[in-house]
T-cell receptor, first 117, second 112 residues
Framework: GAGVSQSPSNKVTEKGKDVELRCDPI?????LYWYRQRLGQGLEFLIY????????KSGLPSDRFSAERTGESVSTLTIQRTQQEDSAVYLC???????????????FGPGTRLLVL | DQQVKQNSPSLSVQEGRISILNCDYT??????FLWYKKYPAEGPTFLIS?????DKNEDGRFTVFLNKSAKHLSLHIVPSQPGDSAVYFC???????????FGQGTILTVHP
């Protein structure tokens, strides 16, 4: 596709339930990233994929959070046993990193707004 | 430990005037610097970038300045337009980094 897409756009769930968030990156982009933005805060890095591997998952806040990527394309972020503090906008981005070695621009999807009641 | 700081949470300017957004960082390993614009209920949109080998990059009304010795990045918008009203994030990365590290954002309001 022309840009990064994410689904669902909004998700309301009850505390304790599991949720899955999906990201479709720009075709051909080898790198895929998940970020989180809580209300009134900046973007917080969660995990980075290069191909189907995750060389940096240092931002995952707890073992309730996991992510996978298949076919060097679609990625799914799963949050198990959701808590109210998980409420945030979850943003996915993709890029050609490491590209030419000069740094690569990340392109973001519209995000999934998660509300845990 | 905030590696990237945008010390002004908000900025208000008159249409036609210059908007200057600032960003300070602490880690000298960053070598690629970006600005993103974000409208409510949308994802961040890439605006302009600069690598550490340059100190200025210009694209239309937008100019990014990099002062490596001061570890300071700024975005100039001139002339400012009401449609520029949004949240602006600086983001830092580089050849050794997959992820970007973002500032907290500055809300820019351009008044007609």
């Amino acid at each position: 596709g022309a840009g990064v897409s994410q689904s669902p756009s909004n998700k309301v769930t009850e505390k304790g339930k599991d949720v899955e968030l999906r990201c479709d990156p720009i075709s051909g982009h080898t790198a895929l990233y998940w970020y989180r933005q809580r209300l009134g805060q900046g973007l917080e890095f969660l995990i980075y994929f290069q191909g189907n591997s995750a060389p940096d998952k240092s931002g995952l806040p707890s073992d309730r959070f996991s992510a996978e990527r298949t076919g060097e394309s679609v990625s799914t972020l799963t949050i198990q046993r959701t808590q109210q503090e998980d409420s945030a906008v979850y943003l996915c981005a993709s890029s050609n990193f490491p590209g030419q070695g000069l740094g690569e621009t990340q392109y973001f999807g519209p995000g999934t707004r998660l509300l845990v009641l | 430990d905030q590696q990237v700081k945008q010390n002004s949470p908000s900025l208000s300017v008159q249409e036609g005037r210059i908007s200057i957004l600032n960003c300070d960082y602490t880690n000298s390993m960053f070598d690629y610097f970006l600005w993103y614009k974000k409208y409510p209920a949308e994802g961040p949109t890439f605006l302009i970038s600069i690598s550490s080998i340059k100190d200025k990059n210009e694209d239309g009304r937008f100019t990014v300045f990099l002062n490596k010795s001061a570890k300071h990045l700024s975005l100039h918008i001139v002339p400012s337009q009401p449609g520029d009203s949004a949240v602006y994030f600086c983001a830092l990365g580089g050849t050794s980094y997959g992820k970007l590290t973002f500032g907290q954002g500055t809300i820019l309001t351009v008044h007609p």
